[in-house]
C-alpha cells in the first residue's frame, strides 16, 4: 500500500517525497542540538541548497493525521524555509517561493525518532560536547538508559567520557554556550569545576567570560586560576552524599602529608598550608612503601616495559581518566578516584594514598 502524505506539493518517489518545507510539523524537543544553529550557519545551507541542489534527504517520520514529523535535518529545513520566505545575503536578494525539500518518511515514534537523530547528528561529528551531554541526559530521563547503555550507543572508546560530559550540565548557560561554540574546551571546563568553593566557583564563571570577550579562553590560563584559587584554602572534592564518615576521614587525610603533621612558625600547625611542598620530620623513619602495589607496579613493568604499544601517559591523560572515575557506580572506586586527583594535586600524602588502593584491593576480594 502506498504511502500517503497530507502536504500541498506532493512527489512521492518510494519513501522519498519533495514537499513544502511549511507543510512539515516540527517539534523543538526532538532536536539534537542543544544550542540552535546561528542565521549566518543557516544562510550557509540555504545557498548551499540553491546552488548545489539538495544531496540527502532530512528524515521524517508520518502521524496519525498524514503529517510529516522532522525527525533529523532541522538545519537543513531551516534553511529551505528561508528559501520560500526569501532572504538577502551580501546585497543580493534569494527567493524561491516554489522551493520543496526532499524528505525520507518512515514509521516511529518519539523515542526511536530522538534516538535515530542523536545517532545521525553524533556519527556526522555535527554535535558537540555540550550537545551530546544534554542528549544523554534525555536518554537517561526518557529512555531509562544508563551510562553503560549510552556509550554503546555512541560507540565510544573511552568508558569514562559519558560521565565526563555529564558534569558539563552543572556548568552556567553562558559557559555552555562558551565550550558548545568552542571558546572554552571541555578539559578545561572539567578543571573549573573541580573547585567545590562556591564563591571560587562563581569567581572563576566571570573570569572565565570576561576572558572570552577577546576570542578563545585559554586552557593553560584555567588550569594556573584554578591551582591559584586550591592553594588559598582547603578545597574538598566530595559530593555532598558522601557518608559523614568519610568526609571525616578525607578531612583527617589533609590535615596530614605522609602521615606527618604539617607545621608553621614555632611548631604551630597551619591548617591551611594544604597543597603546599610536605613537611618531613627529619627523626621519624619515612613510611614503609606498600609492597604490594610495588610488586604489581615491578611485575607489570617487566612484562610491558619495552612494548611500544604501552606508551607512557601524561598528566593530562591521566587526570582525564580518573576524573571519570568520579562517577562510577561503586562507592570504593569513587571515593578512591577522588583521594587520587587529591593525591595529584599535592593534597593527600603517599600513604594515606597506598592505604585507599589497599581499601579498594580489599573490596574487590570481598566480592
Not at 493525521?65 to 528561508?82: D, M, Q, S
Not at 573547585?195 to 576570542?215: C, D, I, P, R
Request: charge should be negative; proline fraction near 5%.
Amino acid at each position: 500500500m502506498a504511502l500517503k502524505l497530507e502536504t500541498e506539493h506532493e512527489a512521492p518517489r518510494g519513501n522519498n517525497w519533495k514537499v513544502n518545507p511549511f507543510d512539515i510539523e516540527v517539534r523543538p524537543e526532538l532536536r539534537g542540538r542543544h544550542f540552535a544553529p546561528t542565521k549566518e550557519e543557516i544562510i550557509k545551507t540555504a545557498l548551499t541548497l540553491l546552488q548545489h541542489e539538495q544531496q540527502q534527504a532530512v528524515k521524517c517520520r508520518r502521524l496519525p493525521n498524514n503529517k510529516p514529523l522532522l525527525v533529523f535535518g532541522y538545519t537543513r529545513w531551516e534553511a529551505a524555509c528561508l528559501i520560500v520566505k526569501g532572504f538577502e545575503h551580501e546585497g543580493v536578494q534569494y527567493h524561491n517561493p516554489e522551493f520543496a525539500l526532499r524528505i525520507e518518511v518512515s514509521d516511529a515514534n518519539d523515542e526511536t525518532a530522538f534516538i535515530q537523530n542523536i545517532v545521525e547528528n553524533c556519527h556526522r561529528n555535527q554535535t558537540s560536547d555540550i550537545d551530546d551531554a544534554h542528549n544523554q541526559q534525555k536518554l537517561r530521563a526518557q529512555n531509562t538508559m544508563s551510562d553503560a547503555d549510552i556509550t554503546r550507543l555512541y560507540r565510544y572508546n573511552d568508558p569514562t567520557k559519558v560521565g565526563r560530559l555529564k558534569r558539563l550540565l552543572v556548568l552556567p548557560e553562558k559557559l555552555q554556550e562558551l565550550n558548545h561554540y568552542g571558546k572554552l574546551t571541555t578539559t578545561a571546563a572539567l578543571d573549573i569545576l573541580d573547585l567545590t568553593n562556591e564563591a571560587h566557583q562563581k569567581e572563576m564563571f566571570e573570569w572565565v567570560k570576561s576572558q572570552a570577550e577577546n576570542g578563545k579562553v585559554s586552557g593553560a590560563a584555567v588550569r594556573s586560576k584554578v591551582r591559584e584559587f586550591m592553594t588559598e584554602g582547603v578545597e574538598l572534592n566530595l559530593d555532598a552524599s558522601e557518608d559523614d564518615d568519610d568526609a571525616s576521614n578525607d578531612l583527617q587525610t589533609l590535615a596530614s602529608t605522609n602521615g606527618h603533621p604539617v607545621n608553621g612558625v614555632n611548631g604551630a600547625p597551619v591548617a591551611d598550608a594544604i597543597g603546599a611542598a610536605p613537611v618531613i620530620d627529619p627523626v621519624s623513619p619515612a613510611p614503609a612503601p606498600n609492597n604490594r602495589i610495588q610488586s604489581t607496579t615491578n611485575r607489570n613493568s617487566k612484562k610491558r616495559g619495552e612494548d611500544p604499544k604501552f606508551k607512557p601517559r601524561s598528566n593530562k591523560e591521566i587526570r582525564t581518566f580518573v576524573e571519570g572515575l568520579k562517577e562510577h557506580p561503586d562507592k570504593a572506586m569513587k571515593k578512591w578516584a577522588k583521594s587520587f586527583l587529591m593525591f595529584m594535586n599535592g593534597r593527600c600524602g603517599e600513604k594515606s594514598m597506598s592505604e585507599q588502593m589497599d581499601n579498594l584491593l580489599d573490596a574487590t576480594r570481598d566480592e
